[in-house]
């Protein structure tokens, strides 16, 4: 079973953080999402699979979902706690060749966990890029930054691509009581 911390350990710029993302945090990343009446979500990097419990909680039966996840024993841990969830365990980038198996042309949320603001400016564009041409028009994109890295250069050059691949981006208010303290983004495609 996977555990933060080890994960870190082997992993520390993929897993970002020793500890799970908290409760507070998930169920404001779900409400902003606004799921409920989607036809289809997709989530990148479930890690220990707390926002993907949510997920499958607030869409629909008919709503099409699965996760990509590149960590072998975060994937087998999503599996465990989410029993039918779909998540492969591949790259986020990929993820337009896994909408296509699925006979999707867009999805119309993507939610998720990769540490995008301590990704090379390279991938960080190459993700934003991948992930607004997968989203339907008026498809929102969700993910989450700590409140540490809020004036890092990382989450600067973040921003900036909202800007160039994205219409709208709302920023939530801080949720204090995650560890370590957190917001979200929800970026939209007109
Ligand atoms: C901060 S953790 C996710 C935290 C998660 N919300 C939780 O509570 O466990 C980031 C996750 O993204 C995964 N990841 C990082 N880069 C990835 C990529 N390019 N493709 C897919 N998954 C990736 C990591 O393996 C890790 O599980």
Redesign the pocket.
Known sequence: MAN?LL?WIK?P?????IV??SKR??RLIIKMADISDADAVVE????????TELILQNIPKKTKFFA????PR?VKHTKKRCPGALVYE????NLKSYLKEHRLKHCDCIIS???FTI?SYE?QEQ?LKTIREALSPGGRFLTYTYVHRMNSKGNKRLRQLFEKHFDKLETSPIVWKNVPPAYVYCARKK
């Open positions: 933060h994960e992993h710029v993929l897993t970002s953080t799970p993302d945090l998930s990148l990097g479930p890690g220990s699979g707390g926002f990509l996840e590149i960590n975060f591949d790259n986020a980038l966990g990769l540490p990704l991938l993700l």
